[in-house]
Structures are given as structure tokens and as C-alpha cells.
């Protein structure tokens, strides 16, 4: 039998946050629904001062409820999942820092990339409409869903064009086109959303993002143990 796929969750846990309870139950669900072994273990952001605590990890989650202890240490996996092709999934305070982690590299940008938003989404839901062909479209089977938030931060508008217009992209907008998902083009799995599809854990339900993360874990090891023996 293979061992667990190993995924580390990054963040700083408290057990008051709804989506920390919630995160463990997703993965859970996802872990049934395809049969496959996982073991999720909490990765302080302050622990994360090298790449040597991600190493253990076949892909990671950069999880809600920043500012986080340490933003270096939250950069730094995220940094990690995107140049060693390691599956990712940010939520909230994840999209957050993916953005500011991938605005690190691009040319016209910089750290102002995250804003207030116009609008704070606390504890609220919203209709999400995803970017068809898209990988968060296919992972919902649909081009619609409702989902819910507890965000106050989110892309500042001003700097949407210099960073979405190369391997990042939008894959979900609000109602009124404002941007709440990206994805890496040429990675095996990297979305990040604002809102928090974890949530739906909560209720029993399995979110189809964290299975879609799930099976992206489960393809890139078993890649990597194809690739190991040949």
C-alpha cells in the first residue's frame, strides 16, 4: 500500500476560525470520495524559516486567517509549491499572499498588489463565476457557484493588468468582474481563491476544489514514483 499523501497546511492555527475546523474535514471528505490516504499536519508560518520543514510535504495549503506570524515564511512556501511544481491551494488569506508571492516576480508590479476591497466580504456568500476552460470550472463541473468569504483584502484593481496578463490569471470574477480566483498556467495544480470553499465541510458536503487538489496530489505522486522507476 502507498503511504498517505503528506500536506502541509500553512497558517497559523486557531481553532476559533471556522475554515481551520473546517480545512481537516475537507480533506477528509476528499480523501473518501477518491479513496486515497492523506495526512494534513500544521505548518506555523514562523516555522518556515528554510525550505526544510516543506520538504516532508507532497503539496501544501496556505490557509485563511492572516496577517500571518511570519509573511517571509508564508511567501516562502508558497515560493516553494510554484518553482517545485508542488500542488497548491491558497483560500483567503492563501490568495492573499499567492498574489504577493507572484507579484514578487513580475516586472510592473509590486507589494501594494493587495487592497481593501471596495466592499468587505465578512461573513457573507456571493456568486462566483468562473473563467470557462479553466481549471476551477472544471473542478466544479459548472460556471457558477455560490460560495462564502471572510475577507477584507483582495486584489487592488490597479495592478490587475501587470500581473494577469502572463502564466497567472483570473479564473473566477464577482458579479461585477471583480477577481476572486487565479491560477498558474504549465503547473500541476496552483488556484488560489478569496473566498473559502472549505466551508462547505462544514456541512457535511465534499468542497470540489479540495478534490480537485486532492487528485492533483494523488497524479504528481504517482508521476513521481513512475518517473523513480523507470
Known amino acids: 500500500m502507498a503511504p498517505p499523501i503528506q ?22 471528505l476528499a480523501g473518501q470520495a477518491l479513496g486515497q490516504a492523506l495526512e ?23 490557509v485563511p486567517a492572516s496577517p500571518y506570524r511570519s509573511m517571509d515564511g508564508a511567501l516562502r512556501a508558497i515560493r516553494w509549491a510554484r518553482e517545485y511544481s508542488r500542488p497548491f491551494l ?15 516576480t ?7 498588489v493587495i487592497g481593501l476591497l471596495a466592499c468587505g466580504l465578512v461573513e457573507t456568500t456571493d456568486t462566483i463565476r468562473f473563467e470557462q476552460g479553466s481549471r476551477i470550472a472544471a473542478a466544479y463541473g ?37 477577481v476572486r480566483a487565479v491560477e ?10 478569496l473566498f ?11 468542497p470540489p476544489l479540495v478534490l480537485a487538489f486532492v487528485e492533483a496530489l494523488a497524479a504528481t505522486r504517482f508521476a513521481e514514483i513512475r518517473t523513480a522507476n523507470d
Open 90 to 104: 491558497g483560500t483567503c488569506g492563501g490568495f492573499q499572499h499567492a498574489v504577493v508571492e507572484y507579484a514578487e
Open 7 to 28: 500536506i502541509g497546511l500553512v497558517g497559523d492555527y486557531d481553532e476559533s476560525v471556522p475554515a481551520h475546523r473546517a480545512i481537516p474535514r475537507a480533506l477528509a
Open 106 to 112: 513580475a516586472p510592473d508590479a509590486a507589494r501594494p
Open 142 to 178: 459548472c460556471l457558477e457557484a455560490t460560495e462564502g468569504y471572510r475577507c477584507r483584502f483582495g486584489l487592488n484593481p490597479a495592478f490587475r493588468a501587470a500581473l494577469l496578463t502572463g502564466p497567472l490569471r483570473a479564473s473566477a470574477l464577482d458579479a461585477a468582474g471583480e
Open 184 to 193: 498558474l498556467d504549465s503547473h500541476p495544480f496552483f488556484v488560489a481563491t
Open 40 to 62: 494534513a499536519k500544521w505548518v506555523g508560518t514562523d516555522q518556515i524559516s528554510s525550505l526544510a520543514p516543506l520538504e516532508q510535504f507532497d503539496g501544501i495549503w496556505c
Open 196 to 206: 473559502q470553499p472549505e466551508r462547505k465541510a462544514l456541512e457535511g458536503n465534499t
